[in-house]
């Protein structure tokens, strides 16, 4: 077979799916897993980056802190390799719960890292992907979450703040509510945690929709 | 020696400092060292937490997950033994730059695992200290910062977010702006980071004053 058949063979768009979960068998994990699958039923490509299972270190050094007088700073190799991993995507879909109303210091570390100044963003450069899906699992109910207008800062620091900085206008965050219900009671757990992760497909399939169109343009 | 006597001769109030940043000689470790020696000047003990050089891990492992229906959940040894070091200071000062606008994942995740449900805060806890104060340096200028009201969510998010959850309600954020000098321009750097540094020992200094009040009291 030849490499251009090889390569025909491989033509389904491909979406890099980022997420951070210390634990197998977290509803984060089991999201992960149904969007893993709804990908395939879409005819969908999935590279994924398991933050904690591949050994990432959140933690900045000096050799990956910008240099603003230097767009050409020449970052570490894991940070320069995590960032041309995402060539030949067309979308990134990242999940992970908010600790404390925000990332997790796994995902911002690799936000720190890697999402860096002349490396992915700066100096011409945007992210190669068109768009972000961002899923955080919110363990609160909804309505606190919106009355301290969580919702709407955390949209803002996502959407605006980060992903149209990397060049990515099509961004939105998705929350998956209530997973601990400790704050509003659900009578089933389990169908609760059922329904959430069908709300976490969904993105998936309109996210697949969409990018149909984009080929077909 | 007796211990009392001890004790008597170590009965200046203390401090907890706790920062974050890769660089020894960069200006967040320039402030912590003027930080330190304005509080012995006023008569203020310091403990002092530097994440970077400690070791700290901030990736919160599965043993650092609060258990919510487990308020005496035991953490992790570091968890607990970090959480047991605020014990006896009186007031916490944490520096550390803006990274894509919000803590670094070193610090993030010192919260993440440390300030931790039954640890430091939930089932009757709260923080061991009647104050914590901010110290944020800022690399870009102040009026971009307010003018996307980055100030007010940051204000909030500390303050209201993590400080008064934390049972701290005396709480502020101090920010050092315009660090880099990319957004607007300084005609000298080095007078501008002095005015800087100046701007953080005064924090101290007021810091100093309400803790010689709350003493007398």
């Known amino acids: 077979m030849t490499q251009a058949m090889e390569a ?3 033509s389904q768009p491909r979406v890099h799916l980022i997420w951070a979960h210390p634990r197998i ?14 990908a395939t039923t879409q005819g969908i490509d999935i590279a994924e980056l398991d933050l904690y299972r591949s050994g990432f270190n959140p933690v900045l ?16 190799k894991e940070a320069r390799c995590l960032a041309e991993s995402l060539d030949g995507s067309v979308s990134l879909v990242l999940v992970f719960p908010l600790w404390w109303s925000s990332l997790p210091a796994m995902l911002k570390g690799y936000i720190d ?6 490396l992915v963003y700066g100096n011409g450069k945007s992210l190669p992907v068109s768009s972000i899906r961002w899923i955080a699992l919110v363990g609160g109910a909804k309505k606190n979450f919106e009355d301290h207008k969580k919702d709407h800062y955390l949209e803002d620091y996502l ?18 509510y209530n997973t601990i219900a400790f704050e509003e009671e659900t009578s089933d757990l389990g169908k609760h945690h059922e329904a959430l ?9 309109d996210l697949a929709t969409e990018i149909q169109k984009e080929i077909a343009v």
């Open 197 to 205: 992760i069908t709300q976490a497909k969904g993105v998936i399939i």
């Open 113 to 118: 890292r890697v999402w860096n100044y002349g």
């Open 159 to 176: 959407n605006n703040g980060i992903a149209s900085y990397c060049g990515v206008q099509d961004s939105t965050v998705t929350f998956l």
């Open 25 to 38: 068998g977290s509803l984060t994990s089991k999201v992960v897993e149904a969007i893993k699958n709804e």
């Open 61 to 76: 050094q000096s050799e990956d802190e910008p240099d603003w007088a230097n767009p050409a700073k020449i970052y570490s």
């Open 8 to 10: 025909g063979m491989k």
